[in-house]
């Protein structure tokens, strides 16, 4: 099984972005999907999630508002669009998938987001 991250990169406050992660070796629709960030020197955080036929989704008040996640079941991706990026978003992001029936989990690489002027 495999999560592959891509999409990151260097942006000033205010602007966008968008990450993708490709999902590859697991059933993908059976697996809610989440992304998580961890800054420098803080724990991992969950940013957002979406159910396994993304018919739910769930984001950290710090993100509320301002990120969108996005899943194709037929692609096998999960998308986060980011807007109104703050200094504060500067972190890795990683791509999650979770099976909450047999608790098996995946993690990608991650993809560093930086935030500054």
Known sequence: AQLVESGGGLVEPGMSLKLSCAASGFTFSSYVMRWYR????????????????GGSTDYADSVQGRFTISRDNVKNTVLLQMNSLKPEDTAVYYCNAINFITAVQYWGQGTQVTVSS
């Open 38 to 53: 961890q800054a420098p020197g803080k724990e991992r955080e969950l940013v957002a999630a979406v159910t396994s036929v």
